[in-house]
């Protein structure tokens, strides 16, 4: 299917998550600090907890380790972290939107512009690439085959879209309905992996391989800093390419 495709974008993450496990937890830990310190320990009361323990149990992640983490947020020693963004211009203009948690401004701020200008590209103003994007709500569950009646039924409460592909079914709903679309996944007991705001480009950028393989390292290096939570980009992948 040519085109972007959110889910060839899900499945490359997520080969990159199992290669890269130790740096996938630090990056759910901080989160699950965030969300302890802002929303305090007790996750049925704080949404952003509840989801932020939901995707790192869907990691894997020992249960010692988040309660760790949440302890530490909530304690009165917690670390300060801010969430900030930045936007820019990789090689072959391709838009790069960044999400990031910060003990230290101007420290991400340095190592981001470093990676955008020894790669071609650029930081841009904030701004500058957001509008690219609209945001989705975007749930991965896994289940072992597909089932119209649960498809019928998730359209029904307001997904947008309820896709069965590869053991995994993909659920897209409007940025304003993931809570509610939240709780129906809840509510249907369903085995969510990964759930999340994400940011889907309205329009992509094709390259040849070579060009593309740029833009990848790029994003790799992006992937590999701790205070970078999440990074979206409008490059055209094609389902099911290996890249």
């Known amino acids: 299917m040519a085109g972007h495709s959110k889910w060839a974008n899900i499945k490359r993450r997520k080969g990159a998550q199992d290669a ?3 740096k996938i937890f630090t990056k759910l830990i901080r989160e699950l600090t965030v969300a302890a310190k802002e929303g305090g320990a007790d996750p049925e009361g704080n949404p952003r907890l509840r989801l ?6 869907g990691q894997n992640m020992p249960k010692d380790n988040i309660e760790r983490a949440i302890q530490k947020g909530s304690g009165a020693d917690a670390e300060n972290y801010e969430s900030i963004s ?3 211009y990789g090689p072959h203009g391709v838009a790069i939107f960044l999400e990031c948690l910060t003990d230290n401004q101007n420290r991400t701020v340095s190592s981001i512009r470093n990676l955008f200008s020894k790669s071609g590209g650029n930081l841009a103003k904030n701004g500058s690439v957001d509008y690219l994007f609209e ?5 991965e569950v896994r289940l ?3 089932n119209e009646e649960l498809l019928l039924e998730l359209i029904d409460a307001g997904a947008e879209e309820a896709e069965f592909q590869d053991r995994y ?6 940025m304003e309905d993931f809570g509610s679309m939240q ?3 809840d509510q249907l007991d369903l085995e969510v992996e990964n759930a999340e705001l994400q ?5 992509t950028v094709a390259l040849d391989e070579t060009d593309k393989v740029a833009v990848l390292n790029l994003i790799d290096q992006f992937e590999e800093e701790d205070d970078v939570q999440k990074v979206f980009h409008n490059l055209e992948v094609y389902e099911g390419e290996e890249l």
């Open 20 to 22: 890269k496990r130790g």
């Open 52 to 57: 932020a323990i939901q995707n790192a149990k």
């Open 86 to 88: 930045y936007e820019g």
């Open 135 to 139: 945001r989705k709500g975007i749930f």
């Open 144 to 146: 072992s085959k597909s």
């Open 169 to 174: 079914l993909h659920i897209t709903s409007a």
């Open 183 to 185: 709780a129906k996944v």
């Open 199 to 203: 940011r889907i480009p309205m329009t």
